[in-house]
């Protein structure tokens, strides 16, 4: 069955580092998100990606936050200085639409700050 | 007022009960809804889409109100594998696809 995959499960730095999340949709799916969960709490949206561009963001993914698809399978996500509060379990998913069709998670990166 | 808002748990049942959760959202525009189903440190999964009909897969039935603006899922004859947190998700189509979630109910079935 396809899956989307992320690397690292656990990445672990140090306050004011950058960190690249990565992640491999599943192969013909043309929308991409990235969501996080700080412990405890829900499922939080972070930004979305279709068409080579950004489609939508929240106010959580400011200027410190970027992602990119460099090369037609993986897709990105940075952290430019990472805070202690950026500490969490980073979600990528992807689908084949935007509307009523399934969106299927990857395992997650756990970024711990410190 | 949050977007999508459900019942606060943790939900101890005994295997073999039913079990219901609530689930509201307040923009009118949803388009889309669904319930997750999250394992503990694990990635959300997708248990079923919600239809205005109402749909049952299984030991599971979802209900959705739009006037209401509410959503439910009813679990029976729980099993000690459907231990975890369920999660209440809407989305609204000029926002490409993005997921709102609710802030989840965790259910623990005992033996």
């Known amino acids: 069955e396809p899956e989307v995959t992320q690397t690292p499960s656990h990445q672990v730095t140090q306050m004011g580092q950058e960190v690249i999340l990565r992640c491999v949709p599943i192969s013909n799916h043309l929308y991409f998100y990235w969501y996080r969960q700080i412990l405890g709490q829900k499922v939080e949206f972070l930004v979305s990606?279709?068409?080579?561009?950004?489609?939508?963001k929240s106010e959580i993914f400011d200027d410190q936050f970027s992602v990119e698809r460099p090369d037609g399978s993986n897709f990105t996500l940075k952290i430019r200085s990472t805070k202690l509060e950026d500490s969490a379990m980073y979600f990528c998913?992807?689908?084949?639409?935007?509307?009523?069709?399934?969106?299927?998670f990857g395992q997650g990166t756990r970024l711990t700050v410190v | 007022r949050k977007e999508v808002e459900q019942d606060p748990g943790p939900f101890n049942v005994p295997e073999g009960a039913t079990v219901a959760f609530n689930c509201t959202y307040s923009?009118?525009?949803?388009?889309?809804f669904f319930w997750y189903r999250q394992d503990c440190r694990k990635e959300p999964k997708l248990l079923m889409s919600v239809y205005s009909s109402g749909n049952e897969d299984g030991r599971f039935t979802a209900q959705l109100n739009r006037a209401s603006q509410y959503i439910s899922l009813l679990i029976r004859d729980s099993k000690l594998s459907d231990s975890a947190t369920y999660l209440c998700?809407?989305?609204?189509?000029?926002?490409?696809?993005?997921?709102?979630f609710g802030q989840g109910t965790e259910l623990s079935v005992k033996p």
């Open positions: 923009n009118s525009a949803s388009q889309s």
């Open positions: 998700v809407v989305t609204q189509f000029y926002q490409g696809g993005k997921l709102i």
């Open positions: 998913a992807s689908s084949v639409g935007a509307v009523n069709t399934e969106a299927f």
């Open positions: 990606f279709y068409n080579n561009e950004i489609s939508e």
